[in-house]
Each structure stands twice: as C-alpha cells, then as structure tokens.
C-alpha cells in the first residue's frame, strides 16, 4: 500500500491521508485546515487525486479539522461511503451544515467587499445544502465490530476517548499473500474525562500513524482543574464581571455542563454562590451536540452511566440555560448581572463568541477562560499568548479582561498520556509517522519515542508519500505528487509571510504609538520616518 500524507502534516489541522492498496484508494479522515490565511487558503486546493475514484473514507471523529472538507470532496465527485462510528455520523448529521452555513455567511461577507472593489463574486467552499446532500453517503458501524471495506482491507473503529464516538482505527490490509496492520491513533483523548471512556488498549500494529498535538507538554490542572475552574468563576463575580468561556461546540461544551453539574451535588461554602450565578450555552451547535449526546448513551463512562441510572441528567443543572436565536445571543450583552457564556468556536474563530469577545475583552472585570486547544494563527491563540490588543469585525479591541487557560479539560492526551498508549502495545509498531502536531513538538515528541521505546519515527511533510508492505517502509520514489505539493506551498508561503508582516506592522504601531508620548530625540524620530518611507516604496514596488 501506499500513504500520501495531504493534511496534519508538521501543521495540527486539516487531518487527511491517502491510502492506495492492489484492489482500492480512500481517505483517513477528510478535514479543514484552520488557522493562518496560508491554511484557509489549503481548503481551496484541489485533492491530487480523482474524488470519483475514491472507494470510501474511514473518519476518526466529527471535528471539522477532521471532517470538514467532506462536503467539498462531495461536490468534486466522491460518491463512495464514509464510514464512521454511529455516533460520529449523528455529529456529523449537525456539524457539517452548520459548517457550510458558517462557509456560506463569510462567502456573503467577501463578495460584498468584492462587489464595491469592482470585482467578480466567488463561490463558497460549499453550502449547508451540499453538507446536507453529503450525509447520504455516512455509514454508521459499532465500537470493536470488524468491517470488510474491501476485497483486501479490514477495519475496526475502537474508542479513542477524545469526543463523543471517536475513534482509533485499526486496519488489515492484505497484499501479495502477506497482511500488514497500519493503526491510526485519531485523536487521543485524555484518561479520566468526564463523561467518556478512556482510550482503548490497542495490542498491536505494524505501523502506527499518532497524532502529537500535546507531544511535548503536560497538561497542569489534571488533578485540580475543577476546584481551580470554579474558584476563577467565582473570583470574576465578585468583582461584577462575566466569564466568557470559548469552547467547542462538540466535546468540552458537553464537559463543562457536565463538571458543572457534578459539582452542584458538593455542600461547601463555594456551592450556594454558583447556584446564583446564570449559566448559558450560546451555540445552536453545541444545543444540538448536546442532545446527540443525550442519545448515545452506550458512548459514556461508567461515572455517567450511574448518573443516568439514578434519574439525573449529567448534561443538565438548574440554571443552565440556552440561547437558541440571535436575539437572545444579543440580550446576553445588554445585561448588567454577572454570568456564565459558553459559546463556540472553540478558538474563536467565527460564530457568536466573537459578539462576546467584543463586549467583553476590553472589561477588567471580566475573564475570558479557555479550555481546549489553540491553533496557531487563531485568535484564542493571539489572546493565550498576551495579545494587548485584537481585531473583532474590523474594530480594534483592548486587551483588559483577564486571560486563563485551563490545560487539564483538553480533549487531548499529553505527552505522558500519549506515550503510555503506546507503551501499552504488545506488539510494537516497526516504524510510528507522526502527525498532527505543530512542527516543534513532532520533533520533541519524536525523540521521546526514540528514546523510550527505540522505535524509527518519520515526520511527513504535506504531500510526501510511503510505501508500506509487511517487509518494510520506505519513502515512495514517485515524486510528482511531492512536486505538486511543493509548488503549492512556495505559493502560500507568500500567504504565510503576509501574516507575519501584518503582525509585526500592527506591533510596531504599538511601539510608536507609546513611544509618541514620550521625549524622544528628534534626529531618531527623523530616522525611523525615512526607514518607514522605505518600506512604503518596497511595498508599492511589490504591488506593481
């Protein structure tokens, strides 16, 4: 067989890889890169291969970095199955139009721009509709049931503890009278999160393609991170400021009701002042997830399930509530109580968190709490860093609020979890590619792999390819996919190096600007003013 890694390539989005066997071609996963303009503008590129010759996709998970360009791969011609966990399919079922709903709006946005520009409007990348057509091709199978997708691959979907109905996939792959088992980690969630069963033991692989998004850290708050969840909640009340807590409509939305709730059995001095306190979920999304969530019970822990079992709700407290419209979206910010807002996305990035952002980031009173993973280039990426100052619809926001982030409710295993996956094999993979992770820390992790379990790791770049057969693995001597590819990137890194000019630019405003109210030497002033008149003419230069 051969694998051509095409996304989650020394990047952390846009999950998906090529498979080609004697007898078949499909996908591990088909998802969105997120991020920098050079990464949106990836979803755009056509698949280096004929979607209509696609057998089928076997997908990990319904997060959009991992499903989102199903649509789009529909349109171009793919009519095989997507095959997933029955869970991943109801997930599925909300996400990938709201996805295309979120595609249509911003498509209406740049064309309004294009239109005054004297410019040709574009297409969407898809709309909700060719999501809503795309979901005829899901098929849903069972956690630990092996599937026969071709005449020489097998396939079973175990549980990857990361949301609701993910997945690690294992796969046999027969060739030449010899068979090969390639596992797929998905994304690995962490032991002990609420509601979910912890990974699933895997025993043992030939090859092993992990994902590394935390490769090189710990998460902090594991054993504390409820205790410290609260006690910032109630520090941001007492002071009269609301917590803004951007969060992933599917998966640490459900986690933090959850949390809440189970924290409301407690008779401490904490509890009766969090039971004043409003808690709202702005996301139609995460209101949907929720009620997924409430079906697929055969999904939850053994925590949950006794919940479940005495008549309590765990996705449910007095005093949760939900904000279906956008007129009870917009009344959130016209009141003057403090309160909880849990609304998507997750890296702030599109939907109503950006309303809250907007109303919210410049308050010192208030406190805008993270809880899962933030993508480079992402605006809760720039907050997470220290930003003093952000964009939010054209209008530049001052950083005030205070900023936490709170490791311990990522979805993610970390670096100790993720070796102890691994460790946990029987059979040792001869060789692990790694992927989803940011380039650093592939490396990092990489090394710890080498060293704890002496296995050969490679690290693929977007578009390079791999033989593998039960003999061995070896980089595929092809090169015109890789040429393609390249090509591609020498392109975008033009994308890529806007995005640092830009911010570098908006930094040295900031300088100037501070620097102008105090005395500086005229002659430096002078200067700076002739270096700036430079860089006025290279950039005229470039645009002619």
């Not at 691994?422 to 060789?431: A, C, H, R, T, V």
């Amino acid at each position: 067989m051969k694998i051509t890694f095409l996304g989650a390539a020394k990047t952390v989005t846009g999950s998906c890889y090529y498979v080609e066997t004697n007898h078949c071609k499909f996908l591990l996963d088909c998802g969105m890169f997120q991020g920098h303009s050079k990464e949106d503008a990836l979803n755009e590129e056509p698949f280096p291969f004929n979607p209509a010759e696609l057998d089928f996709i076997l997908l990990s998970h319904a997060h959009i970095d991992h499903s989102g360009r199903i649509p789009k791969i529909f349109l171009d011609g793919f009519k095989g199955r997507v095959i997933a966990t029955q869970a991943t399919v109801d997930l599925c079922s909300i996400m990938l139009p709201d996805s295309g709903h979120i595609q249509e709006f911003e498509n209406e946005w740049l064309n309004r721009k294009r239109r005054r520009a004297g410019k040709p409007p574009v297409k969407p990348l898809y709309t909700h509709q060719d999501a809503v057509d795309c979901l005829k091709l899901f098929q849903g199978v069972h956690y630990g049931e092996t599937v026969r997708v071709s005449e020489d691959v097998r396939v079973r979907f175990n549980d990857a503890g990361h949301i609701l109905g993910s997945s690690i996939i294992e796969m046999w792959v027969e060739e030449n009278g010899e068979e090969t088992k390639v596992v797929f980690s998905g994304d690995l969630g962490n032991k002990g999160m609420p509601i979910l069963r912890d990974p699933s033991i895997i025993e043992s692989a030939d090859y092993l393609i992990i994902e590394s998004t935390y490769g090189n850290r710990l998460h902090q708050d594991n054993k504390n991170k409820v205790e410290r969840f609260i006690d910032i909640i109630l520090e941001t009340v007492e002071k009269g400021g609301n917590v803004i807590i951007p969060s992933f409509a599917v998966g640490r939305t459900q986690e933090v009701i959850y949390e809440l709730n189970k924290y409301m059995e407690k008779y401490d001095e904490k509890l009766e002042k969090l039971q004043s306190i409003p808690v709202f979920v702005d996301s139609p999304l995460a209101i949907s997830a929720t009620e997924v969530f409430r079906k697929n019970l055969d999904c939850y822990d053994e925590e949950a399930r006794a919940y479940i079992e005495n008549g309590d709700n765990p996705l449910d407290f007095p005093g949760l509530q939900f904000a279906r419209t956008p007129e009870e979206s917009r009344a959130l910010n016209e009141r003057s109580d403090s309160m909880i807002i849990i609304s998507a996305s997750g890296m702030c990035e599109a939907g109503r968190i950006k309303h809250h952002l907007k109303h919210n980031l410049w308050k010192d009173k208030s406190t805008i709490l993270f809880v899962g993973y933030q993508a480079e280039g992402t605006l809760g990426r720039r907050l997470v860093e220290g930003a003093k100052k952000v964009t939010i619809f054209g209008e530049e926001i001052t950083v005030n609020a205070r900023i936490e982030m709170i490791d311990g409710f990522s979805g993610h295993a970390d670096k100790d979890g993720l070796l102890e996956w691994l460790g946990q094999f029987s059979k040792k993979p001869e060789k692990v590619f790694i992927v989803h992770g940011e380039e650093a820390v592939m490396k990092d992790f990489s090394k710890l792999i080498n060293d704890r379990f002496n296995i050969e790791t490679v690290i693929p770049a977007r578009g390079e390819s791999y033989v593998i057969t039960a003999g061995g693995a070896w980089e595929s001597a092809e090169e015109k996919e890789k040429v393609a590819a390249y090509c591609t990137f020498k392109r975008l890194e033009l994308l890529d190096l806007m995005d640092k000019i830009k911010e570098e630019f908006n930094e040295l405003c900031e300088i100037i600007k501070t620097d102008l109210k105090q005395e500086k030497d005229d002659s430096e002033v002078e200067e700076l003013k002739v270096k700036l008149k430079k860089l006025e003419k290279s950039m005229v230069d470039v645009l002619r």
